[in-house]
């Protein structure tokens, strides 16, 4: 399947289907598109905020230093070193991956397999601690291991797939 | 706690670079970091701008609604003993539907509301909250719009290449997720 024929298949599909149900699809697609338009713009300012300590952090040489220590490790089960900080803070912030993943991209061509299996690890996880917390501070019931080991599971196998189906599909 | 974040990740750049006689770069690098966010922030208002008004005519014309009809069978395999068509079912459906088309300001109050509805059953309350919970925390996007603005900003030539492997590697953690949260509780106790 190529991604994006499958895109594009979507888009003509929805219009598509809009005309076909009589929908005013012009002033449809400009409602939303405002709607999105406001939510990338209030999340400019925290995106500001963590690209400059992420850019600090990049400068500095700290991620290059741990993954040259790592590398042999990661190496040998083929996972590319500079996803680790992506691992790291996906599961906790979403601007903060939004930020890391810019920054790998930024070193790594998007294209390129590092840059491809950054952003399936992007496009495949949540931010999971971020949603157990929304969730449950909206009941009584409390959190518990029944919850989070499965949640987590997930995100693991999320990231151990995105590795694997980028080397076996792209 | 993001601020937290935040702060260590500087003072620790700030330290590291110290010892790593690269101070020069992290002083240089902190006029960069926003310009950044400005040149990322204009390739996510372009590519979400593309797919909150694609998304949108979906909505208004009543696609969404197709694809909720298409998604019960799923739902109600996995959550059991919710009733078709009741309040939490309605809300677990609509709150998946929102997930998959990609309507994260829609996907959470209905979520919310689901677990809500489902706090209020008598049959399995425990598991299916955690089920639900667990969905939520797996992302089963069908476009990730995000994740191609980023690719489109950094040069990308397919930016949107990546999908076939964000549904597989999606469709495979959620998998993992549900199943794990099912045996969770299997042994009886699930209230």
């Not at chain 1, 400019?44 to 963590?50: G, H, K």
């Not at chain 2, 101070?23 to 701008?49: H, I």
């Not at chain 2, 609604?65 to 939490?88: C, D, H, N, Q, T």
């Not at chain 2, 089920?131 to 925390?137: M, W």
């Amino acid at each position: 399947m190529n991604g994006e024929l499958f895109a594009v298949l979507i888009i003509v599909f929805i219009c598509l289907y809009g005309l076909i149900k009589k929908t005013d699809i012009f002033s449809a697609f400009n409602e939303g598109a405002k709607d999105n338009l406001k939510t990338a713009f209030d999340i400019f300012p925290s995106l500001i905020f963590l690209l400059t300590a992420v850019g600090m952090l990049r400068a500095s040489g700290a991620i290059e230093a741990v993954a040259d220590k790592l590398s042999f490790l990661f190496s040998a089960i083929g996972f590319p070193a500079d996803c680790l900080p992506l691992v790291l803070i996906r599961s906790v912030s979403g601007s903060g991956a939004l930020a890391v993943l810019d920054d790998i991209l930024s070193k790594n061509h998007p294209d390129s397999i590092t840059g491809r299996i950054a952003s399936v690890m992007m496009g495949s996880t949540e931010t999971t601690f971020y949603t157990i917390a929304v969730y449950f501070s909206a009941i009584r019931l409390k959190c518990t291991g029944r919850t989070v080991i499965p949640a987590v599971a997930a995100d693991i196998t999320g990231f151990v797939c995105s590795v694997l189906f980028v080397r076996l599909l792209l | 706690m993001i601020g937290y974040i935040i702060f260590i990740l500087m003072m620790f750049s700030l330290v590291f670079s110290f010892f790593n006689g690269t101070t020069e770069q992290v002083c240089l690098s902190v006029s960069e970091g926003a310009d950044n966010a400005l040149k990322l922030s204009l390739s996510l208002c372009a590519v979400m701008g593309l797919w909150g008004g694609i998304m949108r005519i979906a909505q208004k014309s009543g696609f969404t609604a197709l694809v909720a009809k298409l998604l019960s069978p799923i739902v109600l395999f996995i959550f059991k003993g919710i009733k078709r068509g009741g309040e939490a079912y309605n809300a677990i459906v609509m709150n998946i539907t929102a997930n998959l088309l990609g309507l994260g300001n829609a996907a959470t109050p209905l979520g919310l509301q689901a677990v809500k509805a489902l706090e209020k059953e008598s049959v399995n309350r425990n598991r299916n909250i955690s089920l639900l919970v667990v969905i939520n925390t797996a992302s089963i996007q069908l476009i990730p719009s995000t994740v191609a603005a980023i690719r489109l900003s950094h040069g990308s030539a397919h930016p949107y290449e990546i999908i076939p492997a964000v549904l597989l590697s999606s469709l495979v953690s959620v998998t993992v997720g549900v199943i794990l949260a099912k045996l969770m509780y299997s042994r009886g106790d699930n209230v």
